[in-house]
């Protein structure tokens, strides 16, 4: 059996993220000895990968296991208000603790639930998918939508541990697994050009999940995500004109428009790779990045079998709804965009002539 790797997250509330196999008997340690009950939150899809974690957890404490909604069904107010009326109903007190076992979306509205319960208690993540581990269960941010978009109640709320367990990867879907991916190339293009190179130099059928590659790329990615939201947890801002926190947000801006114009049948992941393609056309235009750089988008991005255009809604549609993005200020769009790779910046206010005509060079190729 493989190591396990510990990645260390600093700061005030310090947490390890630990990638390996079969983590589920870290969690007593990670849960702490003041736990006497656990609330296990996990998407009911999963009712099989979920229970050998809470036959082991019923051996020490009193187990409260909540199936949700598959998916993004999960981030609504509705869900996370029936998820406080269980664990009222169950006595759950401030020195109990929430385990969420699932992909982002479950790893998000769990995380909610446990920020906002007694104005916090312990969570625990144990992600399920490439997406979670690499970036929704690290970094504490936690949401749910609303009928305006994605993500837009939530809190920073960090977890005291993360359990990537690779096993568990097994039996998610090549369209997840792929999606997870966008993710972990974002961060190639953001801070970590090694992943692109690793990427591009790996035959995509060899990118399986018990690969040696995989878990290069999944621990590449956790680092990037590990050292932004060090230095910049509740995205106010990063210093020398890095973004900070918003970098991890590249491609997100229009990801988040088409997400919410599907009706959340694009997945994030597929979503931020088009985002990303999008924002490398806009800095094309409105900024320095060289024609050259926006091809590597499409051809990084698509190697790994994600989407690289769009043209199902109109640009007029998609402009509304990224103007609820959290990175807008005022009437202002602001976008983080390259100017080379690993050389993010913010662009705020490009015009609303270079903002379309990315548009078009994105809708065009579909
Ligand atoms: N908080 C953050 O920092 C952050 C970061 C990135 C993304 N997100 C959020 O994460 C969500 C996307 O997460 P996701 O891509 O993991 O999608 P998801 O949580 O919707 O899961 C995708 C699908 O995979 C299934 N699945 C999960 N694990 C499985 C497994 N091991 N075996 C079989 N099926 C499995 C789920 O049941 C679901 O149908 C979005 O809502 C996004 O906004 C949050
Ligand atoms: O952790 C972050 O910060 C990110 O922006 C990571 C994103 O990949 C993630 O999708 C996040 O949920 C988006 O945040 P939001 O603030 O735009 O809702
Ligand atoms: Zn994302």
């Known amino acids: 059996m493989s190591e396990t790797t510990t990645l260390h997250v600093g700061g005030a ?13 870290r969690l007593p340690v990670v849960l702490g000895e003041s736990v006497q009950r656990v609330a296990v939150l996990y998407s009911g899809e999963l009712a099989e990968q979920v229970q050998p974690l809470v036959d082991l957890l019923v051996e020490h404490y009193d187990v409260l296991a909540l199936g949700l909604p598959d998916g993004e069904r999960a981030k609504t107010a509705p ?4 998820c406080w009326e269980a664990l009222g109903e169950s006595g759950f007190t401030r020195s109990d603790a929430v385990v969420t076992f699932g ?29 979670a581990m690499v970036d929704a269960a690290v970094g504490g941010k936690t949401g749910i939508n609303t009928g305006a978009g994605k993500n837009l109640v939530g809190s920073f709320h960090e ?78 801002g990063g210093v020398d004109g890095h973004p900070g926190r918003e970098v991890l947000n590249y491609g997100h801006t229009l990801a988040h428009a088409i ?12 979503a931020v790779a088009i985002g990303a393609v999008y924002v490398a056309e806009l800095a094309a235009r409105a900024g320095s990045l060289d024609p050259a750089l926006v091809e590597r988008h499409r051809a990084a991005f698509g190697r790994v079998g994600l989407p690289t255009t769009y043209a199902d809604a109109s640009f007029e549609d998609l402009l509304d709804a990224m103007r609820v993005d959290k990175k807008t200020r005022g009437n202002q769009l602001r976008f983080v965009v390259l100017d080379d790779l690993a050389t993010p910046r913010i662009l705020a206010g490009p015009s609303e002539h270079d903002l379309r005509a990315a548009y078009d060079a994105l809708a065009s190729r579909a």
């Open 79 to 82: 869900v996370a208000s029936d």
């Open 159 to 236: 977890p005291a541990g993360v359990l990537c367990d690779l096993s568990l990867l097994s039996t998610l879907p090549r369209d997840e697994f792929v999606a997870g991916l966008g993710e972990v190339v974002k961060c190639g293009f953001i801070a970590d050009p090694a992943i692109l190179d690793l990427v591009e130099g790996t035959e995509p059928e060899a990118l399986t999940a018990d690969s040696d590659v995989t878990r290069e790329l999944i621990e590449r990615a956790i680092r990037v995500k590990i050292d932004v939201v060090v230095d910049d947890l509740k995205e106010t």
């Open 103 to 131: 992909g982002g979306a479950t790893t998000d509205l769990g995380g909610f639930v446990a920020a906002t319960w007694l104005r916090g208690v312990r969570v625990v993540h144990v992600p399920t998918t490439v997406l």
């Open 13 to 25: 509330a310090p947490y390890d993220v630990l990638v390996g196999h079969d983590l589920a008997d």
């Open 259 to 270: 997400e919410r114009a599907s009706g959340y049948a694009v997945r994030h992941g597929e």
